[in-house]
């Protein structure tokens, strides 16, 4: 290689040393600032504070009612009549349908006319008996005779009952799947009940949360049918088991419902607090400064002569995050002054100055408005 050449690539390699040593100085926390003095920097800052957050869970599940059911007959027949229209609220024991039963009836009024004369056959032979007219062995006949036909006139009347589709309780109706004169076969769904107050939510929980699930616990329920908006709950019930292939425990929450927004089959998002509240020192997350070598943020301090401010990055290890805030789970202290806007352009040892006129507001539970 010629000498030129030598000398050329000697120099590049110098310029190239150079630019890491001074990127490398930049962008390490703690690295000090360069000769000559910078100008202050206005930023806006905020004092780190502690904050008691409820450990939660954030789960999803499914609306069920608390009663619900396809109703159907289990009887054949043609419809009647129909006494309910689609989505309407009914109470319990409220007559929905009446299949065509004149048969049923007319077979019933037989047999309670029989019902009748073997009571009066009974009342005449125990009259007779007392004279010594017929035997004990007639009286019990009667007797048996009118055991039967009154067993008789009530399974009729069941099978009567049949005929007729009532609400077994209360709540609100689907859309009707039959009409007038048609011919409904058994077992044919002819409206859909739902119970809608209250409703429960069925979700799963990991198994390593058995032991702190407790039922009256509160819950959180959310549905995209209603964005920001929650309703409250309480643990009812908890599975006896874990479930074998997901190693998860099904856990069932009552939620009052008293204005029917919801309505079973709804996928829901139900948040569950676990342990007890923990204290953490907190900051808005725009305070964090992301790196590829981890998250910093930068804390202000005052001068050695008491009279300005300047920016000191340091490590912080994060926790959770929720709403506008994260938690700080070390390298920061409650009370110090963190930069949460303007770090652009800062770096260590950068003089700074407070300027909170257009501090963007920050929440906890920030929500979407219009």
Do not use: C
Request: a neutral charge; charged letters at 20%.
């Amino acid at each position: 290689m010629s000498k030129p050449r030598v000398i050329m690539w000697l120099a590049v390699a110098a310029l190239a040393g150079a630019a890491f040593y001074v990127t490398k100085d930049r962008f390490a926390p703690g690295a000090a600032p360069p000769h000559g003095s910078a100008p202050a920097q206005t930023v806006a800052a905020q004092t780190a504070q502690k904050q008691s957050w409820q450990p939660t869970m954030e789960l999803v599940g499914e609306l069920v009612a608390s009663e619900g059911a396809d109703l159907s007959l289990q009887v054949s027949g043609i419809v009647e009549s129909l006494s309910f229209e689609s989505g309407q609220t009914v109470k319990a024991g409220t007559p929905l349908l009446q299949l065509v039963a004149e048969d049923q009836i007319a077979k019933l009024a037989s047999l309670k006319a029989t019902a009748e004369l073997n009571a009066i056959i009974l009342k005449r032979d125990i009259e007779q008996l007392k004279i010594k007219a017929v035997s004990q062995a007639t009286v019990d006949t009667d007797e048996a005779n009118l055991k039967n036909s009154q067993a008789l006139v009530k399974q009729q009347e069941a099978l009567v009952s049949y005929y007729t589709l009532k609400a077994p309780f209360a709540g609100r109706l689907g859309i009707r799947n039959v009409d007038l004169g048609e011919y409904l076969s058994a077992g044919t769904a002819v409206v859909t009940l739902q119970a809608l107050d209250p409703l429960f939510a069925d979700f799963f929980v990991p198994q390593k949360f058995f032991g702190t699930l407790k039922v009256g616990e509160p819950v959180k329920v959310m549905v995209d049918a209603y964005p920001g908006q929650s309703f409250a709950g309480t643990v009812s019930a908890i599975n006896s088991k874990v479930e074998s292939g997901s190693r998860n425990v099904k856990v069932r929450a009552t939620v009052a419902n008293p204005d029917s927004k919801l309505v079973p089959g709804m996928f829901a998002r139900i948040s569950l607090d676990v342990g007890a509240a923990e204290d953490f020192v907190t900051l808005p997350q725009t305070a964090i400064v992301a790196n590829p070598y981890g998250s910093t943020v930068f804390v202000l301090e005052k001068t050695a002569d008491g009279k300005g401010l300047v920016a000191r990055e340091t490590f912080v290890k994060l926790g959770e995050a929720r709403g506008d805030f994260v938690a700080v789970v070390s390298g920061l202290t409650e009370g110090e002054t963190v930069v949460v806007a303007g770090q652009i352009k800062l770096r260590n040892g950068t003089p700074a100055v407070i300027d909170n006129s257009h501090l963007p507001k920050v929440e906890l539970n920030p929500t979407v408005s219009d």
